[in-house]
């Protein structure tokens, strides 16, 4: 915005000088003549650089996911608790297994010696 406003500016202030010397004949109408083209310059840069940032990047859109709805019911939200604490459970018991039996591995081992 203020790259626009600089614009703006120097091509008013061109324009200013231009009518202001517009019956004098000498150097400063080729200085006006080079602001002119200047401003101009600045111009077609800046157009240019509004066009570049138009462009919309590309984005696959196989890999985005639709946005759900986050709000779980309590009956499903009580299986699924219910679920992961058997789970645990279950692996506890495994756990446990295990080391009963390396408890018992040890005891007999201690008795050898």
């Given at each position: 915005m203020k790259m626009l406003k600089d614009i703006?500016?120097?091509?008013a202030y061109a324009i200013i000088r231009f009518w202001e010397n517009r019956f004098i004949k000498n150097d400063e109408v080729?200085?006006?003549?080079?602001?002119?083209?200047?401003?101009?310059?600045?111009?077609?840069?800046?157009v240019n650089q509004s066009k570049?940032?138009?462009k919309e990047p590309d984005i696959d859109?196989?890999?985005?996911k639709p946005i759900g709805n986050k709000?779980?019911?309590?009956?499903?939200?009580?299986?699924?608790?219910?679920?992961?604490?058997?789970?645990?459970?279950?692996?506890?018991?495994?756990?446990r297994n295990?080391?009963?039996e390396l408890e018992r591995e040890l005891d007999l081992e201690d008795k050898e010696s």
């Open positions: 703006w500016e120097s091509f080729d200085y006006l003549r080079n602001e002119l083209a200047r401003v101009n310059g600045l111009y077609v840069k800046l570049e940032e138009i859109l196989s890999s985005l709000f779980v019911p309590w009956s499903i939200r009580r299986q699924q608790l219910e679920r992961n604490s058997i789970k645990e459970h279950n692996s506890i018991d495994k756990h295990d080391i009963e």
